[in-house]
DNA sequence: GCTTGAAAATGAACAATGTTCAAGAAGAAT
DNA sequence: ATTCTTCTTGAACATTGTTCATTTTCAAGC
């Protein structure tokens, strides 16, 4: 019950590694993608038995499956960070934060969009949860510019535009598909908001709407 | 130099194995996934040996890039039989039509977009290629509707416009992400090309603009 | 400090799966 | 019929995820 106080030199040998263990597979996985990941290679590094990967992640998928929680989490961090002043500019804030993170961290994102379970186990909740409470970011500047929307719209509207800079920076970033320069990348993505927040009948603040 | 005349009995054996082989092996990943396939597996569906895919695809990859191939390719045809007669409905056509095959063939377009190759090989260029053609089929529409935008903007609004669909569609159809219902998804497309095609100052033409 | 019991770490062994290759089989060429 | 080429085979190998009996480590009680 009491979890604070009493830190045992086993909990903190047991965490410590268990944060060793994470910081590795996450560099390898954004270094090398996540096929390169190998059980035996994280054991090596962290300095200890594959068995103990398995002792503290139950299985390879659990290794995955929290680096990605932690993925979400930093992106969710990050896109809370862009200001909420004008609802505009903060749209625009978003998709170019989310740009700069998915440039930062291709192989990590990656990984949480295209990582699939053996056989067909679930994924978990949790992360789902997270990703879906990361696109509801754009709800607040949504309703402050679409305030006789209901809210079924504005979530459905959040998913779509979410989706849609998702697939352009995804696709954008896949060097082999279309390898789009990241400047050019950041232009599209910005020229893409232009068009279709117009197309929602909404107006830049600070331009004028010639 | 001759390859037509003389299909010798080797050569129509192994051509029926090499299409029974790709059929299983579509058939799988269709139905279980890319992480479901297996060597052996599909071995045993064509009732010969491993070493017998080995010698006909090269190596494991070879047979899911094939896969691929042809599924980049009944995709195109698909899309190249959507009516051309008005460019507005054309889109639509397009982005619909696109929908249906993500739909039908889910894990078969995973498989195109998702697929990772051992270490850092290149993806094959002509696959590459033929994703480029696939979506180059909007050029003709945007010209018709855009007639004053120069070619470097046609390609990178195209280019825009697929990314943004896909990502709405393959997120969409993500059940583990979003899991939109079918028919919804249908109708988010659609709003989310009435809405971006507006901000492009394209009207509908069978719609008054009111 | 020693004993004891629980938790964790170990790594050898196992299982699943991609890959190779020497030997044999099958077909084509003469 | 013989030879030659090509394909096929499947056992063996390599890689990698997974398990588990054994050992080690640590905390608690005396």
Redesign the interface.
């Known amino acids: 019950m009491n979890n604070v106080q009493e830190e045992s030199l086993r909990d903190q040998k047991k965490f410590r590694r268990r944060l060793q263990i994470l910081e590795i597979a996450r560099s390898i996985i954004a270094t ?5 990941l190998k059980v035996r290679d994280i054991a090596e590094a962290a300095g200890c038995s594959v068995g103990s990967v398995y002792n503290e992640f139950g299985d390879f998928d659990g290794v995955i499956l929290t680096v990605n929680r932690e993925t979400v989490q930093a992106l969710t961090v990050r896109l809370g960070g862009v200001p909420a002043d004008d609802p505009v500019r903060q749209l625009y804030g978003l998709a170019e934060t989310y740009l700069e993170f998915f440039a930062e961290h291709a192989n990590l994102l990656r990984s949480l ?2 990582h ?1 379970m ?3 186990r ?2 978990p909740d949790d992360i ?1 949860q997270m ?2 409470d990361a696109f509801a970011l754009m709800h607040p500047p949504l309703v402050r510019l679409l305030p006789d929307a209901d809210d079924v719209r504005i979530a ?1 509207l959040s ?2 535009l ?7 920076i ?3 970033l896949e060097e ?3 390898a ?1 320069p990241p400047q050019m990348l950041r232009q ?1 993505v910005e ?2 908001l ?7 009948g909404i107006v830049p603040a600070g331009a004028p709407s010639s």
């Open positions: 090398k993608g996540l096929r390169s969009f295209e699939r053996e056989d067909d679930p994924y789902l990703v879906m459905l998913r779509t979410f989706s849609a800079v998702h697939g352009i995804s696709l954008g082999r598909m279309v789009v599209q020229q893409f232009d068009a279709h927040l117009a197309g929602l």
